[in-house]
């Protein structure tokens, strides 16, 4: 199809076979209802989300409450120092149980309903009145696990049985993240922010995977791209995960509007680790600190970004990672929502449909060809 003609609604399919040459996936996989729900239970309902790290569950009764559509899962520590995830609904007439997203409880998780009351292993504990009940067994009502794993230090929960366990998915990433993030099992969580996005989640994936905007689009993205050596940016894909990495800019004295000296950094790079489908991993280059950056669907055309800010635990947070971090929140990111929200307005125009990859191995630090691979891994998660 050429991109001068608008994109036919009962077309959705997508010859990916040439992505120097060829089409970019059609507009309407940005928000057409239909796609979105084929993306909803053949990604969503079967990849791995990031509750948080570990060190967030160091006591018993800490629990983070992790939202998958209408999906709801509380995920606990026990008296044992043991991390379970559970269906965050009461057994009896099916209440939610946690509301908040975080948070600490003494014994039980209580439902405020009838006040059915669990144990931290799922257990139930105590149900007022069944006592009266004839074949009533606590056993029979315990909480309905989830599938949860430990990788790398982090804890993901996954609603799918048969989903590939996720130390194979993410495979020799856990290397390039320590050499990255000395840090990393030794962190605890400063700030979490939540940002609703009127666009697709994946226009918020693929403009963060290319840097080809990086010394075009915006002045924040200018001062970003001045502290690494840009020539030497590169983006490096590993069938379900995925780095774009920069070198420092040696010669920079300052950095967010502070000086470097006498501050601590988890790495001088800019450093990031992607995740199938929607978690990366990152540090901004000269800050002391762990960022991850999720990207979860709402709707076709709305998304909420929920970005954990990680720092060492028992060391004074830099006044440069402070003000990277409030860089991030006010300039960076607002920036990049603007683009974000412009480009899922634009690809509704007839005068779209597709657009052209740049693919360029002379322009490795600016080529779109990671773009191309997480569209292609997207495409064939929901036709193939």
Same mark, same amino acid.
């Given at each position: +199809?050429?991109?001068?003609?608008?994109?036919?609604?009962?077309?959705?399919?997508?010859?990916?076979?040439?992505?120097?040459?060829?089409?970019?996936?059609?507009?309407?996989?940005?928000?057409?209802?239909?796609?979105?729900?084929?993306?909803?239970?053949?990604?969503? +309902?079967?990849?791995?989300?990031?509750? &948080?790290?570990?060190?967030?569950?160091?006591?018993?009764?800490?629990?983070?409450?992790?939202?998958?559509?209408?999906?709801?899962?509380?995920?606990?520590?026990?008296?044992?120092? !043991?991390?379970?995830?559970?269906?965050?609904?009461?057994?009896? $007439?099916?209440?939610?149980?946690?509301?908040? $997203?975080?948070?600490?409880?003494?014994?039980?998780?209580?439902?405020?309903?009838?006040?059915?009351?669990?144990?931290?292993? &799922?257990?139930? $504990?105590?149900?007022?009145?069944?006592?009266?009940?004839?074949?009533?067994?606590?056993?029979?009502?315990?909480?309905?696990?989830?599938?949860?794993?430990?990788?790398?230090?982090?804890?993901?929960?996954?609603?799918?049985?048969?989903?590939?366990?996720?130390?194979?998915?993410?495979?020799?990433?856990?290397?390039?993240?320590?050499?990255?993030?000395?840090? +990393?099992?030794?962190?605890?969580?400063?700030?979490?922010?939540?940002?609703?996005? %009127?666009?697709?989640?994946?226009?918020?994936?693929?403009?963060?995977?290319?840097?080809?905007?990086?010394?075009?689009?915006?002045?924040?993205?200018? %001062?970003?791209?001045?502290?690494?050596?840009?020539?030497?940016?590169?983006?490096?894909?590993?069938?379900?995960?995925?780095?774009?990495?920069?070198?420092?800019?040696?010669?920079?004295?300052?950095?967010?509007?502070?000086?470097?000296?006498?501050?601590?950094?988890?790495? !001088?790079?800019?450093?990031?680790?992607?995740?199938?489908?929607?978690?990366?991993?990152?540090?901004?280059?000269?800050? %002391? +600190?762990?960022?991850?950056?999720?990207?979860?669907?709402?709707?076709?055309?709305?998304?909420?970004?929920?970005?954990?800010?990680?720092?060492?635990?028992?060391?004074?947070?830099?006044?440069?990672?402070?003000?990277?971090?409030?860089?991030?929140?006010?300039?960076?990111?607002?920036?990049?929502?603007?683009?974000?929200?412009?480009?899922?307005?634009?690809?509704?125009?007839?005068?779209?449909?597709?657009?052209?990859?740049?693919?360029?191995?002379?322009?490795?630090?600016?080529?779109?060809?990671?773009?191309?691979?997480?569209?292609?891994?997207?495409?064939?998660?929901? $036709?193939?």
């Amino acid at each position: +199809m050429g991109t001068d003609q608008p994109f036919s609604q009962t077309d959705l399919t997508w010859d990916y076979s040439d992505p120097v040459n060829g089409p970019t996936i059609p507009a309407p996989f940005f928000y057409d209802p239909s796609i979105f729900a084929e993306e909803k239970e053949r990604i969503f +309902m079967k990849c791995w989300h990031l509750v &948080g790290h570990v060190n967030e569950f160091n006591e018993p009764g800490k629990y983070i409450v992790q939202d998958i559509f209408e999906q709801s899962i509380v995920v606990t520590t026990d008296k044992s120092g !043991d991390i379970h995830a559970w269906h965050n609904v009461c057994r009896h $007439r099916g209440n939610r149980l946690m509301t908040e $997203r975080r948070g600490v409880v003494g014994g039980v998780l209580r439902c405020k309903y009838h006040s059915w009351c669990y144990n931290l292993d &799922g257990a139930l $504990r105590a149900a007022p009145r069944t006592e009266h009940l004839s074949n009533f067994s606590k056993e029979d009502h315990s909480l309905k696990k989830v599938r949860l794993e430990i990788f790398a230090g982090w804890v993901y929960i996954t609603l799918d049985n048969d989903a590939q366990p996720i130390s194979e998915l993410a495979a020799d990433s856990e290397k390039i993240l320590h050499r990255f993030l000395p840090d +990393m099992d030794n962190v605890e969580l400063l700030e979490e922010t939540d940002f609703i996005v %009127d666009a697709n989640w994946k226009v918020i994936q693929e403009n963060s995977i290319e840097g080809y905007h990086f010394d075009l689009s915006g002045p924040v993205h200018k %001062d970003l791209a001045a502290l690494i050596d840009f020539k030497d940016y590169r983006l490096t894909a590993f069938d379900k995960w995925w780095t774009y990495t920069g070198p420092p800019n040696t010669e920079v004295s300052h950095a967010y509007g502070k000086p470097l000296e006498g501050a601590t950094w988890q790495t !001088d790079w800019f450093f990031n680790l992607g995740l199938w489908p929607n978690t990366t991993f990152y540090s901004f280059p000269y800050t %002391d +600190m762990i960022g991850t950056f999720i990207m979860i669907p709402l709707a076709p055309e709305k998304s909420l970004l929920r970005f954990g800010y990680y720092v060492p635990k028992g060391r004074e947070v830099p006044d440069v990672t402070k003000a990277a971090i409030a860089w991030m929140n006010t300039q960076l990111g607002p920036e990049d929502i603007e683009l974000n929200v412009t480009n899922q307005k634009g690809l509704h125009s007839f005068g779209f449909g597709s657009g052209r990859y740049l693919i360029d191995e002379n322009l490795p630090n600016q080529s779109e060809h990671l773009v191309f691979h997480f569209h292609k891994l997207c495409y064939q998660a929901i $036709r193939e």
